[in-house]
DNA sequence: CAGGCGTGGTT
DNA sequence: TAACCAAGCCT
């Protein structure tokens, strides 16, 4: 027997006496996501690159990103020698471009500080940017089999719904006291398999709506089920009424289709990512031009009004299209201005109004 | 330490 | 349509 660890003591004795993680095994062999490609083959590097992609993001978009990454950065050692830029290039569509940054940030850490082979200890994961506590946790638990927890959104709603609690999982208090229950859960072997049966179970059957009790291993543990509570938990999180913002931006186009981008500060949205400049609402949209580029002809051709929906508020955007003779001299000054040929747009992230100039159907 | 950070899916 | 959310992390 290995020695209860500290932090576990506190919560009364789960993990020892019921059978929670043994029938979550079982289930597991018959029923789990057993051909996720980071599940396949599941080196530190690509458990790691899988764990950024899906943090706030859904499997099933990841999927769509996550072989098209492997195949043009297939190790870690690729990935820190490459551009930034071109690993926002992958990442365009994504979101939360941070990730991105930071996953090349990691990856040169990795390689300067630990010889290019991943770290197994959860303080060390945790000092790589991007890696916080269920990351890390993921981490040794999914590609180093060792005992670590994890504790994500299908984790949260798992736990919430065994244990009976009706309180938002967001809260601190709560969300301590389920890192406790998360840890007395997990076992002290298969904990590979183990974490990747409890978030299976989340996914395919303790979904948020219209969960299935009936073919749950664990059901008759389930307190919110005894309860007649599982369609209320978890409990929403508090929301304010959503705010709205408004931008302009200029899309300017030489005659030959080169574009002029700039590249978005790091902190804010589409951090470290290439859109169409900005502009105050106030300023004439010719004298904006001229700003930022030395040309003498310009020619307005149309506005735009786009809007954007993120998370926390709408994005009204107004476009004004601009064209101009031909690729004129860059007023640089404190901006990061840069032309761009359609044939290099690939190259560089790209934030999403320029994603949607770029596609569309524009049969004109 | 609340709030910021994206996109696509669901209801 | 608009709200809500999905394998969180960072400041």
Redesign the pocket.
Known sequence: MRATPASLASEPDLAAAEPFSERLLAWYQHAG?HA?P??VDPTPYRVWL?????????????LKYFDRFTTRFPDLQTLAESEEDAVLAAW????????AR?LWRAARQVADEHGGQFPDSIEAL?D???????????ILALAFDQRAT????????VLCRIHGITEWP???EIEQRLWRLAESHTPASDVAAYT?AI??L??KLCT???PACEECPVRDLCAARSLGLTGQI????P?????ERDACMLVVEDSNGHVLLERRPE?????G?WCFPEYPDSEDPKVAVQRLADCPETVMLMREQMR???????LNLTLCHVRIPDRAPLQVGERSLDWFAPEELSTVGL??PV?RFLKPTRQH
């Open positions: 996501r996720l980071w599940k899988s764990e950024i992609m899906l943090q706030q993001t859904q499997v099933s978009t990841v365009t569509g994504l979101g939360y471009y941070r990730r930071n945790q790589l940017p991007g890696i916080g506590r269920s990351t890390a946790g993921a994890i504790l994500d959104g299908n984790v949260k709603r967001g809260k601190r990747q978030m299976d989340g996914a948020r709506r219209n978890p409990a929403p999180a929301r304010a009424r959503l705010p902190q804010g949205v589409w951090g990512l954007h929906q993120f998370t926390h508020y709408r934030a999403a994603v």
